[in-house]
């Protein structure tokens, strides 16, 4: 009887073992799906103060400020900045996982996340781009010379979903 006790002891392990792994795997999975909606909710965000922004700036008729807009850092038209923000910076030295820097070499708002494997180049990146006739063709929105198309938030790169 004993022997019997010590089979169903050591299934009993291993099933504990199996259910254990894939509740492992799963959570995983979840903690980089979690992450990913996370991004994409923050970038919806960033679009719709940009969208507003714009429309503002538009229906005003300051072009000065639109081509600021153009080349600013998006976080400044939220209302404050994200919780995980660690400002303006040249580069990603000293940024934590799970943070945004506004990268101003790029002049692009940047992710690092936590689970890269969920971001295409392991990375998020967000960019304004201001769509324009380039009229003097010096390849940027000069409001006095050129005509301005739109302007909004692009995901340079973003998430990759399975």
Do not use: C
């Not at 010590?6 to 492992?24: C, D, E, N, P, R």
């Not at 909710?41 to 072009?63: E, F, G, W, Y």
């Not at 769509?131 to 409001?143: H, I, M, Q, S, V």
């Amino acid at each position: 009887m004993a022997a019997a006790h010590k089979l169903q002891y050591a299934l009993l392990v291993v099933a504990l073992a199996l259910l254990l792994g894939m509740a492992t795997t799963r959570i995983a999975s979840l903690r980089v799906a979690a992450e990913q909606l996370a991004f994409e909710h923050a970038v919806a965000a960033l679009r719709a103060n940009v969208t507003a922004a714009a429309t503002r700036l538009i229906l005003h008729r300051d072009p000065q400020a639109l081509a600021r807009l153009a080349r600013g850092n998006p976080v400044a038209l939220l209302p404050g900045p994200p919780r995980n923000y660690a400002g303006e910076r040249a580069g990603e030295t000293g940024v934590a996982p799970g943070t945004w820097y506004f990268d101003t070499t790029g002049r692009q708002l940047v992710y690092l996340p936590r689970f890269s494997e969920g971001f295409a180049g392991g990375r998020g990146r967000v960019a304004l781009r201001v769509n324009f006739r380039d009229r003097d063709g010096d390849g940027r929105f000069t409001p006095d010379r050129d005509t301005l198309r739109g302007i909004g938030l692009a995901t340079v790169a973003g998430t990759q979903r399975r």
